[in-house]
């Protein structure tokens, strides 16, 4: 399974961004049937659960820090996760990565960069 994503880069505060995850190579089982999730992880900490959203369903969670300002969404049909990030933050400066979770499997993402600063 591969999972890449894109979208991130520099970006000042209060302004948005959306990343994308492209989702190939499931054998078991397919994507939709998949609970994915975003994590990022800042320098020197660790990895953070940012949203979630079920194959199940579509329910979503989130963080409360990013509450009300990302969502997260899902097309089955292109196999493919989004992070609509709005009023960006410094403190959301982190790497940001995919994952995919079924079937007793957990793929992983190589991240992108989001940093905000002005």
């Known amino acids: 399974v591969q999972l890449v994503e894109s979208g991130g880069g520099l970006v000042q505060p209060g302004g948005s961004l959306r990343l994308s995850c492209a989702a190939s190579?499931?054998?078991?089982?397919?994507?939709?049937?998949?609970?994915m999730r975003w994590y990022r992880q800042a320098p020197g900490k660790e990895h953070d659960l940012v949203a979630f959203?079920?194959?199940?369903?579509?329910?979503?969670n989130y963080a409360d820090s990013v509450k009300g300002r990302f969502t997260i969404s899902r097309d089955n049909a292109r196999n493919m996760v989004y992070l609509q990030m709005n009023s960006l933050k410094p403190e959301d400066t982190a790497v940001y990565y995919c994952?995919?979770?079924?079937?007793?499997?957990?793929?992983w993402g190589q991240g992108t960069q989001v940093t905000v600063s002005s």
């Open positions: 959203i079920s194959s199940a369903d579509g329910t979503a």
């Open positions: 994952n995919a979770r079924g079937y007793g499997y957990n793929y």
């Open positions: 190579g499931f054998t078991i089982g397919s994507f939709s049937r998949y609970d």
